[in-house]
């Protein structure tokens, strides 16, 4: 989702080399899944690549702080010294109460559990590989997550 990153140029890929879904996180969210079922089934796409980044934003709040915050208003929030805040006029939705908003702290653990759920998911089949990097925002480089691509390895 971040703007500040194009994957085709930091993998080197030409217009129609590849299906890039791209979401906060980089998260193997519901959503996530249901377009990479789509891309293998009907278009025939035949590996998965989770690639999360470094100084991403999803690792600067919480869940419980994005549960709060449509609370107070719709209004776009604020962060300072004291983190983030509401500082709009209501009203608010108790909606973001019933969102699994995929946050972390530890961006290699997300990419180890994003292949995981990619590679039990019973849409995909075994056959496919799930393979997990980081890119590095201040060096451009992909770094393979060794125990994500073992995890994702195909039968």
């Known amino acids: ?16 080399d590849a299906h890039v879904i791209r979401n906060a996180g980089g998260r193997a969210s519901d959503d996530a899944i249901r377009s990479l079922v789509i891309s293998y089934k009907l278009l025939g796409t035949h590996e998965f690549f ?3 980044h470094t100084d991403c934003g999803m690792a600067l709040f919480t869940d419980e702080i994005m549960c709060d915050l449509p609370g107070s208003s719709l209004t776009t929030a604020t962060v300072d010294a004291d983190g983030w805040r509401d500082v709009g006029a209501g009203p608010g939705s108790a909606a973001g109460n019933y969102v699994n908003w995929l946050t972390f ?34 060096t451009g480089r992909l770094h393979e997550v060794a125990e994500a691509t073992a995890i994702g390895r195909a039968d």
């Open 1 to 16: 989702m971040d703007a500040r990153l194009d994957p085709a140029k930091y993998a080197g890929l030409s217009e129609g």
């Open 50 to 52: 989770v690639i999360h």
């Open 105 to 138: 702290k530890d961006l290699a653990a997300s990419v180890i559990e994003d292949v995981q759920r990619i590679r039990s998911h019973p849409l995909v089949p075994a056959a496919i590989p799930v393979y997990g990097y980081i890119y590095d925002v201040r």
